[in-house]
């Protein structure tokens, strides 16, 4: 009985100890202070990050240009701009031609 006794009081000691090294210290072991900064979300998953991925697509132009697109590709509609998908590469229709679109 006396050594059960005796291993509450050594973890009784430990937790007392680290709450007083906590207070003093103000390094928050025990406790963690959290603040969310609106449009950084912590996790990808988050639903400000889902939101923000998904909403705010946009279609950049490059400079390069092909005559012909190459085979298999599907159109695709992103934020209202028609395109065609040809594995992962993305092409705009631009006159008479086609031009290299990324997708940010």
Known sequence: MSNRLGKIAVVASLLVAGMIADFLSGAGLFTVNVEAVVGRPATPVSVAGVARRTTRRVVRRT???????????????IEGVTLQQCGSTYYQPYNNQYVVVVIE
Not at 70 to 75: H, N
């Open 63 to 77: 400079t390069v240009y092909v005559a012909t697109l190459p085979g298999g590709c599907t159109t695709v509609v």
